[in-house]
């Protein structure tokens, strides 16, 4: 059987949500896509709602990108409570912050009686420093983001905050992408085994 192909979780009695976190530049698209693909979960990421944004008319320099960066977060949220009012299971994707995020997660456990695995991505912070400065300058992403006119404001964020799992109910996979490419084969496997030995309990 192949791990990557789609095996929607049906026999779930609580819909499933699948936090994708960590800092900037640890791999958290890389891997949250597939992961939400093989699970058949919507994708829902923060930089999706961010880049659509900022092609709307306002500004675009740093302050524009924290506002619409706000904003987007706040349509995360408004799209996972739309999915898990109809019973729908997600994954949802961004560097959550524990003093910001928690709270509006709990909430969503509170009204709906999801349950939460957190995939928690990690890598040596000079490492991180070091992709996140290639990926500003090399045009890949948004300019809107504006990363590259900002790095001596954010790298030391990348450097200084904390980027540990939430304080959620439920399992926290840590997937270290220092050295090698994540296993996603195996983070498709040990995610399943969480979700059949809950709904066996």
Known sequence: MNALAPQPQTNLE??????????PASGKTTIGRPLARALALP???????????????????????????LASTQL?????????????SCALESNFYAQWDTASLRELQTRFGCRFVQVVCAADVPLLVERFTRRARSGERHPGHADASALDELIPRIVNERWDALDLDGPVIHVDTTRDSADVHQLIRDIRQLIDEHAAD
Do not use: Y
């Open 43 to 69: 994708f829902l990421s923060k930089d999706l709602f961010k880049e659509s944004l900022f092609d709307s008319p306002g500004g675009s320099d740093r302050e524009w990108s924290r506002r619409i960066g």
């Open 14 to 23: 609580q819909p499933l949500v699948l936090i994708v976190t960590g800092p």
């Open 76 to 88: 995360l949220f408004r799209c996972a409570e739309a999915l898990l009012e109809a019973g729908h």
